[in-house]
Antibody, heavy 116, light 107 residues
């Protein structure tokens, strides 16, 4: 079955960067976009962007332009999301999800905590 | 960007109640709307896609309707497992997805 497994929790200091991975299995990795969505504590869902694993082409949400980079490694069917210049406002659960007829399924989430 | 306005933000209901949640888009999105259920600490679970198509394995008490700018999610008879937060999501363009603010269904 289609599965997305994300890397573990991270604790970062303000100003640092974080790179979250999303390992895909159960389908042809290069056939479906991967999206990234985050959720701050007690808040709603915020779309960050997506990557085409076949070409590496990306679309980023305006709020993250210039601060986020999405990449992939097709040899290990893994997508990555790197967020730079972290502040406490970036403390959140970060999810990856596959684009098919909809955005589903989702990874289990990676908690990123930004604290001095 | 297309803005999604979801209402109400909180809904108090009882087991057996019929529950309706509304989502409005700032411009027409045809039927490119999905509904998700989320429980604390868990990833969102897809319930409805393309406005009214029930995802496989989702109970038939969930239904979706609407097109253009107005959409509804209905739970015909609320069950204990349905107390959760619900989000609408537009995917008129997969390159600029947006979510509604969420509706928490509580007792």
């Amino acid at each position: 079955q289609v599965q997305l497994v994300q890397s573990g929790s991270e604790v970062k200091k303000p100003g640092a960067s974080v790179k979250v991975s999303c390992k895909a299995s159960g389908y042809t990795f290069t056939a479906s976009y991967i999206h990234w969505v985050r959720q701050a504590p007690g808040q709603g869902l915020e779309w960050m962007g997506r990557i085409n694993p076949n070409t590496g082409a990306t679309n980023y949400a305006q709020n993250f332009q210039g601060r986020v980079t999405m990449t992939r490694d097709t040899s290990i069917t893994t997508a990555y999301m790197e967020l730079r210049s972290l502040t406490s406002d970036d403390t959140a659960l970060y999810y990856c999800a596959r684009e098919d007829y909809c955005i589903d399924p989702w990874g289990q989430g990676t908690l990123v905590t930004v604290s001095s | 960007d297309i803005q999604m306005t979801q209402s109400p933000s909180t809904l108090s209901a009882s087991v057996g109640d019929r529950v309706t949640i509304t989502c409005r888009a700032s411009q027409s999105i045809s039927s490119w709307l999905a509904w998700y259920q989320q429980k604390p600490g868990k990833a969102p679970k897809l319930l409805i896609y393309k406005a009214s198509s029930l995802e496989s394995g989702v109970p038939s008490r969930f239904s979706g309707s609407g097109s253009g700018t107005e959409f509804t999610l209905t739970i015909s008879s609320l069950q204990p497992d349905d107390f959760a937060t619900y989000y609408c999501q537009q995917y008129n363009s997969y390159s600029q997805i947006t979510f509604g603010g969420g509706t928490k269904v509580e007792i």
